[in-house]
């Protein structure tokens, strides 16, 4: 249940949410800490307001802190080029994922502990792809870890096994 207050909050900064000017809501809020801007962003998708619709990337611990017991799919929309750190780490829900081929970079530790995923899918170049896996630094999971897997790329119709 949305407060009256957050709904007064929501009502009164329009213009800043469609704006996706995250900064100026955050200093209002005085939201700070990741955790608090998921459940930020939590509440304004129970008002039905889909904080993606404006935004070119993903902030850490998004869809940790709103998605992590409700999907094992995510489809990420075509307009995100990044994917910033942490973005889905500690999501043990989720087993695949869509990512756009506007997609630039992926920040570290994106996906770190994302012990269910098995599948990313992606219709872009996917040695860029790769790349971006590669660059960034422990994007599925602890480097020393013994236990790895392997993620599945699902690519204009072929899949390239990955070691993570």
């Given at each position: 249940?949305?407060?009256?207050?957050?709904k007064?909050?929501?009502?009164?900064?329009?213009?800043a949410?469609?704006?996706?000017?995250?900064?100026?809501?955050?200093?209002?809020l005085?939201?700070?800490?990741?955790?608090?801007?998921?459940?930020?962003?939590?509440?304004?998708?129970?008002?039905?307001?889909?904080?993606?619709?404006?935004?070119?990337?993903?902030?850490?611990?998004?869809?940790?802190?709103?998605?992590?017991?409700?999907?094992?799919?995510?489809?990420i929309?075509?307009?995100?080029?990044?994917?910033?750190?942490?973005a889905?780490?500690?999501?043990?829900n989720?087993?695949?994922?869509?990512?756009?081929?506007?997609?630039?970079?992926?920040?570290?530790?994106?996906?770190?502990?994302?012990?269910?995923?098995?599948?990313?899918?992606?219709?872009?170049?996917?040695?860029?792809?790769?790349?971006?896996?590669?660059?960034?630094?422990?994007?599925?999971?602890?480097?020393?870890?013994l236990?790895?897997?392997?993620?599945?790329?699902?690519?204009?119709?072929?899949i390239?096994?990955?070691?993570?």
């Open positions: 249940m949305i407060s009256a207050n957050l007064k909050f929501i009502e009164e900064n329009k213009e949410i469609d704006n996706s000017d995250w900064g100026r809501l955050s200093d209002k005085n939201v700070t800490s990741y955790a608090l801007k998921a459940e930020f962003f939590k509440m304004l998708l129970e008002v039905g307001i889909n904080p993606l619709d404006n935004m070119y990337s993903i902030p850490p611990f998004f869809y940790t802190g709103i998605l992590s017991l409700s999907m094992d799919k995510v489809y929309p075509e307009h995100i080029t990044i994917i910033e750190e942490k889905f780490m500690y999501n043990v989720i087993k695949e994922i869509h990512l756009p081929s506007t997609l630039k970079s992926i920040g570290n530790y994106a996906f770190y502990k994302c012990g269910a995923l098995n599948d990313l899918y992606y219709d872009g170049d996917v040695d860029e792809l790769l790349k971006m896996l590669t660059f960034a630094k422990n994007v599925f999971w602890d480097e020393h870890k236990d790895q897997k392997y993620v599945q790329v699902h690519s204009k119709g072929k390239y096994p990955i070691f993570i």
